[in-house]
Nanobody, 118 residues
Framework: VQLVESEGGLVQPGGSLNLSCLAS????????MSWYRQAPGKELELVAT????????KYEDSVKGRFTISRDDAKNTVYLQMNSMKPEDTAVYYC????????????WGQGTQVTVSS
């Protein structure tokens, strides 16, 4: 099983970044997918979740209206489009795959650093 996030990077405040996470080794279409993040000195935080058919999503309050989670089951990939980024979005971002809604992921990616700074 592998979840491989795309490279993050440095983004200016107000800028955008699209993260992707490519899954392999399990039946992607049967899994709920989420994005988490961990900022320095802070706990791991759930950012966004998307259901298996992709018809239901959930967002952490601070990213609502700015971030969009989506999935392409044909490509075994989940995305996180981040717009209007703020310095407080700086964190290591992880994708996770879980069999059911609102449970801890069964599988995790290795994480990718996103830094928002001028």
């Amino acid at each position: 099983v592998q979840l491989v996030e795309s490279e993050g990077g440095l983004v200016q405040p107000g800028g955008s970044l699209n993260l992707s996470c490519l899954a392999s080794g399990f039946t992607f279409r049967n899994y709920v997918m989420s994005w988490y993040r961990q900022a320095p000195g802070k706990e791991l935080e759930l950012v966004a979740t998307i259901s298996e058919p992709g018809d239901k999503t959930k967002y952490e309050d601070s990213v609502k209206g700015r971030f969009t989670i989506s999935r392409d089951d044909a490509k075994n990939t989940v995305y996180l489009q981040m717009n209007s980024m703020k310095p407080e979005d700086t964190a290591v971002y992880y994708c996770g795959a879980h069999r059911f809604w609102d449970v801890i992921p069964n599988y995790w990616g290795q994480g990718t650093q996103v830094t928002v700074s001028s």
